[in-house]
């Protein structure tokens, strides 16, 4: 029997009648049957092996009636149900259906064609239902999990759905929901262009409808919203229905009507930043080194978990949160001392006027008994807790950032100790300055004389095992200490800056291996490489330019070379970044969201940043085949996915149960151990020529079957 047999359980007491099933299936050629003679029999065979459809008789030793269904329904929902009995009860009959069997048929009155086609009709009918189930729960988890508000709209029967955000936004929660109520909340003076962006759209003027305007809230206010659409057109090109997002850009309008911007305060709390922070803090530090009894104090902190109240409250929420914090420190901290918003939730305070270190110590156990009263947030009470990093003035500094540096690192001790949130900086943490700086300085050399190599892991397709791509992952080989991994060294160069002469030369280095590659290759499309751009390297305007004169210089298609960049990379420098993301899509170059679900993401930043590629987290991918949750999470990104044309890929994929789940669950390209662990330029070309010969010979989908040569 070949591998695309359909695996029946037959479920039948009686030989005779066992005989007569086994006859009709086993003469059809395409059935390989496995059959028990109880209910308690057929529950282990089922646990024991995979089955495609269960045949059940309703008479059986240890069950009777409809019992025996319930139980392996119960038991095994997974698995169709065709009952085959000699009970010609049409109210029993109905009810099997009610319950889930597929079909309900008389065993005098079978035959070859009418059970062969009974069992496969009932496959296909399960297998549908199921495909529908699964789309269904992609759909909530995607509408649920977004930032935006989804609406529907019947143009037939004028029916609309409106999703809990979209009425958040309109300010709209009337029910029945209706479509006169949505146009009437449009701002008057924009209503004439609303409708006929919208006309437009319906009578296929429009590829997608996609238009700005105000509305006016229950409560007078206006507010800005971003309207997305798509129709459905039958046959005929006819729009039938339309859905879409709402997206509330009201933020975005107010930045964009600011004519001045004040460079030395941050935008959303109004507090200064961090150039007038450390502006002041030298103005210190020089006034110290003139008059040493005249001691000072730096505070840093961040507000711990601020990540979890993002993601559960929104990113207004959060913002909101910020403005709240510093208000609150403000009205704490002392005249002539100076409160800073750094970046994200990091704040830092000058202390101008500080004799020891005791008294240091005291302030800022004070700033955190601040924070054992909740803030209140969207009406939601929040409670906020910090780890604060304290570095006191001393002769040996001589510049601001050495300062802000100390206590910043004071800062993370903190966070890491289970008992004291509050540290000063000290000799124990000097020694891990010079240990950073000794390794700073080695990060430096080794780029100046070219000590790192790539490794790189190949990207595969699930529906045919090509080979499509690889991802480029740098390595130091350190003269002394030999291969050291990314891990031990990239984020000291994020931190330093070095990030991005190492970024720079990862790139020249990927586009002169992927030219290698279009030589070696040139029987078949040669692979893609993906590389890892930090986000401080968009910051440059001419970023884009720089790497397409590089893919120039080595002669490569602009789609050879994949970018990778996290979203909460670039999140606090979008505007800057977008125009060198827009740049290289233009050009065409693949734009890949590296990590997704891990940070602060939603529909408006990826249609905004126009990502080709979404890369599933190997947090999610871990435990895909064992945790309903994350199995959720992934199918819901591997839907959105599909939903918004972008490619996915899985990474981290270790074992051989990850890539069957992934393939069933068809996301297009997995990455990881189980496929290859990362290798030399050489290795990994040996693999490319070699994979094809490995999944040759097993038809479609061939990864479900490969693993037993990959392990």
């Known amino acids: 029997m070949d591998d695309q047999a359909i695996r029946v359980l037959l479920v ?61 329904q119960s038991a095994h929902p997974g698995v169709p149900i065709v009952i085959l009995t000699n009970q010609h009860d049409e109210a029993m009959a109905t009810e099997a259906v009610r319950l889930g069997a597929q079909d309900y048929l008389l065993k005098q009155e079978i035959d070859r064609p009418t059970l062969t086609r009974a ?161 002041r803090l030298d103005l210190r530090l020089r006034r110290f080194q003139r008059d040493p009894a005249r001691r000072f104090a730096v505070l840093f902190f961040d507000l711990d978990r601020f990540k979890n109240i993002n993601d559960g409250l929104g990113h207004a929420a959060g913002d909101k949160l910020l403005c709240l914090v510093g208000d609150r420190i403000a009205a704490f901290i002392r005249p002539g001392d100076t ?151 990239t984020s000291l160069a994020e931190d330093t800056g070095m990030i991005v002469p190492l970024g720079w030369l990862v790139i020249e280095k990927a586009c002169r291996q992927a030219y290698e590659w279009s030589r070696t290759f040139r029987d078949r499309e040669p692979p893609t490489v993906s590389i890892n751009v930090s986000g401080r390297m968009f910051r440059d305007p001419n970023m884009a330019v720089k790497l397409l004169d590089t893919m120039e210089r080595y002669d490569l298609p602009r789609s050879t070379i994949q970018v990778e960049v996290t979203e909460s990379a670039v999140m606090d420098h979008h505007k800057i970044t977008l125009r060198q993301i827009e740049m290289l899509r233009e050009a065409q170059v693949g734009l890949h969201i590296d990590d997704f679900g891990t940070g602060y993401s939603s529909l408006s930043n990826l249609a905004k940043f126009n990502y080709d590629t979404l890369k599933i987290d190997r947090s999610f991918v871990q435990g895909v085949d064992h945790d309903p949750e994350k199995a959720a999470i992934v199918k819901a990104i591997i839907y959105l996915g599909r939903m918004l044309r972008m490619r996915v890929i899985a990474e981290g994929v270790e074992t051989g149960e990850q890539c069957r789940w992934l393939v069933e669950n068809e996301c297009p390209l997995i990455q990881g151990f189980w496929v290859s662990p990362p290798q030399d330029a050489e290795q990994i070309t040996r693999f490319i020529r070699e994979w094809p010969h490995m999944c040759a010979g097993f038809g479609e989908r061939p990864l479900l079957k490969v693993g037993q040569r990959l392990n």
């Open 12 to 72: 039948e007491d009686s030989p005779v009648e066992t005989e007569i099933v086994l006859d009709i299936l086993g003469t059809a050629g395409q059935f390989r049957v496995v059959t028990t003679a109880s209910l308690q029999e057929a529950l282990e065979a089922l646990n024991r092996r995979t089955t495609d459809i269960v045949v059940l008789d309703l008479n059986l030793p240890d069950a009777s009636g409809l019992e025996g269904f319930r139980r392996i």
């Open 339 to 489: 409160l800073a918003r750094l970046s994200g939730d990091e704040f830092a305070i000058l202390l101008d006027e500080v004799d020891t270190d005791q008294a240091a110590l005291g302030i800022a156990a004070r700033l955190q008994r601040l924070f054992e009263k909740p803030f209140t947030v969207e009406n939601h009470e929040v409670f906020v807790e910090v780890s604060i990093g304290i570095a006191m003035s001393h002769p040996d500094y001589k510049a601001p950032e050495d300062i802000l540096r100390d206590a910043d690192l004071a800062m993370y001790r903190a966070k890491r100790s289970h008992h004291d949130r509050c540290k000063l900086f000290g000799s124990a943490l000097h020694e891990t300055v010079v240990r950073l700086h000794r390794m700073e300085t080695n990060l430096r050399r080794a780029i100046e004389r070219d000590e790192f190599e790539l490794y790189y892991q190949p990207i595969v397709s699930t529906e045919d095992g090509r080979v499509t791509g690889v991802e480029a992952l740098v390595r130091w080989q350190h003269p002394e200490e030999g291969l050291i991994l990314p891990g031990a060294f």
């Open 119 to 279: 069992i496969r009709y009932a496959i296909g009918r399960h297998e549908a239902e199921q495909r529908l189930r699964d789309s269904e729960e992609r759909y909530a988890l995607a509408v649920s999990g977004a930032n935006d508000g989804i609406w529907d709209w019947d143009l037939h029967t004028g029916q609309v759905y409106f999703s809990q955000r979209w009425r958040e936004i309109m300010d709209l929660h009337e029910e029945p929901p209706r479509l006169e109520a949505w146009f009437e909340r449009v701002f008057c003076a924009d209503r004439h262009a609303f409708q006929a962006e919208l006309d437009r759209h319906i009578n296929g003027e429009s590829e997608n409808l996609e238009f700005e305007h105000r509305i006016r809230r229950r409560d007078g206010e206006v507010r800005w919203v971003l309207l997305r659409g798509a129709a459905i057109r039958d046959s005929a090109g006819i729009a039938y229905r339309m859905a879409g997002s709402l997206t509330d850009i009201s933020h975005r309008k107010r930045i964009e009507a600011q004519l001045i911007h004040n460079a030395m305060h941050d935008a959303l709390t109004g507090l200064p930043n961090r150039s007038l922070f450390l502006d």
